[in-house]
């Protein structure tokens, strides 16, 4: 890949830097962000790039919706941090969403070690990191009900306890930007 397209990375850019205010702000990603950004992704790469470039589209969108979805599914993260990486899929097809998604992942585990140590919930942390493997290997049928995170996001101490992925997904952006541009400086 020589470069990355500017106006998906722009578009992208303000749409991850939109959906990373809400959800720091009020800890929820609305489809009034998400779903234009998945259509109009779909539409512009559909309509301007022709057949190759809206599967390319298609592809990102998947990508992005598939690689969280598990996540989701085990009461990780909420439903619009899924929609809002695949509405990124749509824009930036792949590999650049990939490489979206690894920045995105680093920047959340770094905050998660900075949450964990500031806050002193060690042991806090290792009784979930149990629990996930249980709901791994078991993969029981209350796998990550939808209103335990909703539960979370209205807890008095959220703040000290959960990620607003969006934000990780703006700098994940942001991280993708820079090395794309560099790549294509030289």
């Known amino acids: 890949m020589d470069h990355a397209p500017a106006l998906p990375m722009v578009v992208v850019l303000i749409a991850a830097l939109a959906a990373a205010v809400l959800d720091v702000w009020k800890f929820k990603i609305y489809n009034a962000v998400t779903l234009p950004l998945l ?3 779909l539409l512009y790469h559909g309509v301007l790039g022709g057949p190759t470039e809206f599967a390319g589209s298609l592809l990102g969108l998947v990508f992005g919706f598939g690689i969280l979805i598990g996540f989701y599914v085990m009461g990780g993260m909420g439903a619009g941090d899924v929609k809002l990486m695949a509405a990124v899929g749509a824009w930036l097809g792949m590999p650049l969403t990939f490489f979206v998604f690894i920045a995105s992942s680093l920047a959340t585990g770094i905050y998660a070690i900075v949450l964990v140590l500031a806050y002193g919930r060690v042991s806090e942390t290792w009784v979930n ?11 029981g049928r209350h796998l990550g009900a939808d209103d335990q995170v909703e539960t979370e996001t209205t807890r008095a101490d959220r703040r000290h306890r959960l990620i607003p992925f969006a934000a990780m997904v703006a700098l994940g952006v942001v991280a993708t930007l820079v090395w794309s541009w560099n790549i294509s400086m030289r």
């Open 129 to 139: 990191l149990q629990i996930i493997w249980h709901r791994l290997a078991v993969i």
């Open 39 to 41: 259509a109009s992704g």
